[in-house]
Nanobody, 114 residues
Framework: QVQLVESGGGLVQPGGSLRLSCAAS????????MGWYRQGPGMQRELVAS??????NYADSVKGRFTISRDYAKNTVYLQMNSLKPEDTAVYYC?????????WGQGTQVTVSS
């Protein structure tokens, strides 16, 4: 079993930056996929970014603004969010797929507003 603890959400002005962190309770291997999803008000949950080994994938809406990275020693995945827009407002969920199973973080609120 894997527990995921998220942190870093909050309120930020448009154009600002925020960094989300997600720490796993046990070793996550490079072959395993870690990612971030988000769900805005009245919206379906959507993939924001994912990383497996050295490969990354981003939603078109965040490409060039967000960067996903991992610290293998800390079993932690990060999402650096720059040039934030009001439409980025959502609950962000960490995800890890390991040994064929999916695990989810508790979600962290990101609000972009002036």
């Amino acid at each position: 079993q894997v527990q995921l603890v998220e942190s870093g959400g909050g309120l930020v002005q448009p154009g600002g930056s925020l960094r989300l962190s997600c720490a796993a309770s046990r070793t996550i291997f490079s072959i395993d996929t870690m990612g971030w999803y988000r769900q805005g008000p009245g919206m379906q949950r959507e993939l924001v970014a994912s990383i497996r080994s050295v490969s990354t994938n981003y939603a078109d809406s965040v490409k060039g603004r967000f960067t996903i990275s991992r610290d293998y020693a800390k079993n932690t995945v990060y999402l650096q969010m720059n040039s934030l827009k009001p439409e980025d407002t959502a609950v962000y969920y960490c995800n890890v797929r390991t040994s064929g199973l999916d695990y989810w973080g508790q979600g962290t609120q990101v609000t972009v507003s002036s």
